[in-house]
């Protein structure tokens, strides 16, 4: 019986954007990836541009991003998650990923203090780490969610998490990260994570979310066709 790995070598050497195969970063193996297929115009891409703040179009235009080859997207996504989570180890900060996106979870603890929007000074480096990952993969549109547990008021609570979302948006852009790129949304107390009746949940559901999202040359082609 053909082991494993062959098997995966063999169907990678078919075709890249077809299997979703890519080299891993970690051990320089033939492995599935979870990105690859991200290629143009595909299913996964369409999902995942309609889920971006204030629609695709408009921003993949505006932001002048050239995109990637549909195959080298997940490549390079695998790449910088593994970076990112080099980058930020130790600092609290969760880098995850849905396959489609890059999801890099802030948590309140570490970089607000209760109730205050203003960034802890302790946590500057590691934003700084994050800003130049963002300006080293270029090719990707940014959405920075803000999010409240459900102490206080429904309004002080949206309030609060739009001056979060934009306070660590800014700070990014002042790190270089090209502003057009961005773009901001706070959520108030309406998205928990976790059970806001303790405090343990409370805390995992005070976050500052950076959702970044990989485009296509194809991305590129089909958002300017629409203008």
């Not at 910088?80 to 979870?105: F, P, Y």
């Not at 209760?114 to 590691?126: A, H, Q």
Request: aromatic content about 4%; glycine content about 14%.
């Amino acid at each position: 019986m053909k082991s494993p790995k062959f098997a995966i070598a063999a169907a990678c050497g078919l075709s890249l954007v077809t299997v979703g195969c890519v080299t891993d970063p970690n051990t320089g193996e033939k492995t599935w990836s979870r990105t690859a297929g991200l290629g143009a115009g595909g299913a996964l891409a369409g999902y995942l541009l309609g889920g971006l703040i204030g629609g695709k179009t408009a921003r993949i235009v505006g932001a002048g991003i050239g995109g990637v080859a549909g195959g080298v997207v997940g490549y390079k996504m695998d790449q910088q998650i593994k970076e990112l989570k080099e980058q930020t180890a130790g600092s609290g900060v969760d880098v995850t990923s849905d396959g489609e996106s890059i999801l890099v979870n802030l948590p309140d603890g570490v970089t607000f203090d209760v109730g205050s929007s203003t960034l802890k000074p302790s946590f500057r480096n590691t934003l700084d780490n994050v800003a130049q990952s963002m300006i080293e993969y270029p090719n990707s549109l940014i959405d920075v969610y803000g999010h409240t547990d459900s102490t206080g008021s429904d309004s002080f609570n949206q309030a609060l998490s739009e001056r979060r979302a934009k306070a660590v948006a800014d700070y990014l852009i002042a790190r270089g990260v090209d502003s057009r790129r961005i773009m901001t949304q706070g959520f108030g107390e309406t998205q928990p994570v976790a059970d806001n009746g303790t405090e343990a949940g409370r805390q995992r559901n005070r976050r500052v979310e950076i959702k970044i999202i990989p485009i296509t040359e194809d991305d590129v082609s089909e958002a300017q066709s629409q203008q």
